[in-house]
């Protein structure tokens, strides 16, 4: 099924904003809007119909379903099998078990190797990005993306106070809510930066950077990327397209 053609414009910034206040009251409402909307934006740089694409850290399959929609193979890689049974009590077939900083994936294997919102809750996010181009055949696309952590949502469920520390924020939380944050700073949620994601994307001798913007914001905006400082408050969340060479 072929997805509507993508648009990053200024009505497309309110849906998702707005959306996002429905992300713990109704997660399928948010994610399922997420993940078509990201699914097209995809599909602006790579043909997906029959691709196969690892869909690395999908967790409960939003993205998945968007992708095998759109014509792909999607291929779900979590670490949590929890995680990946939330939605329907069992792992989705053909899902695999396996960490995003060793791929249980062969060198050059899947079309597209994809992740949206996972690289900041890994303790070694650019050995993840690492074997994300590593997976991908030359030619492959490759799409990263993470919430920054100086953004306003960087803490996650403990934001804004993360801007006064990590560990302070948890703390916050935990005595506000009787219970820790899902997300604990230093445990399953660390600091990433656009500057150290860009850095990263420049050194890679094997990738070409098709594109560097921030996701949720109208295509207007990707000048802001340029900014050092101003970046990484603005941001909110970076995308990275590459082409495996």
């Keep these: 099924m072929q997805t509507e053609p993508f648009r990053a414009d200024l009505a497309r910034s ?3 904003f707005s959306a996002f206040r429905k992300e713990q009251t109704d997660p399928e409402f948010f994610y399922g809007l997420l993940a078509r909307d990201t699914v097209a934006q995809l599909s ?20 998945t379903e968007a992708l095998r929609a759109a014509g792909g193979r999607p291929l779900c890689v979590d670490c949590d099998a929890g995680e990946m049974s939330a939605r329907t009590g069992v792992i989705p077939d053909g899902a695999l078990l396996g960490s995003a900083l060793d791929l249980p994936l062969r060198s050059g294997s899947v079309d597209v190797c994809f992740s949206s919102n996972v690289l900041e809750h890994v303790p070694d996010p650019w ?31 403990t934001s804004p106070w993360h801007y006064l520390g990590g560990h302070r924020a948890a703390r916050r939380y935990a005595r506000r809510h009787g219970r820790s944050p899902k997300n604990v700073y230093g445990e399953s949620l660390y600091a990433v930066s656009v500057a150290d994601a860009l850095a990263w994307a420049r050194r890679r001798p094997d990738a070409e950077v098709l594109d560097a913007l921030p996701r949720y914001h109208p295509r207007w905006a990707t000048a802001v990327i340029h900014l050092p400082g101003v970046r990484e408050v603005v941001t909110w969340n970076l995308v990275l397209v590459l082409r495996r060479r």
């Design 14 to 16: 309110i849906r998702l």
């Design 44 to 63: 602006s740089y790579t043909d997906l119909n029959g691709a196969l694409v690892a869909d690395v850290g999908g967790g409960p399959g939003y993205f």
């Design 127 to 157: 050995r993840m990005a690492d074997e994300m181009v590593r997976v991908t055949r030359p030619g492959g696309i490759v799409y990263l993306s993470f919430t920054n952590w100086l953004s306003p949502w960087g803490g996650h469920e």
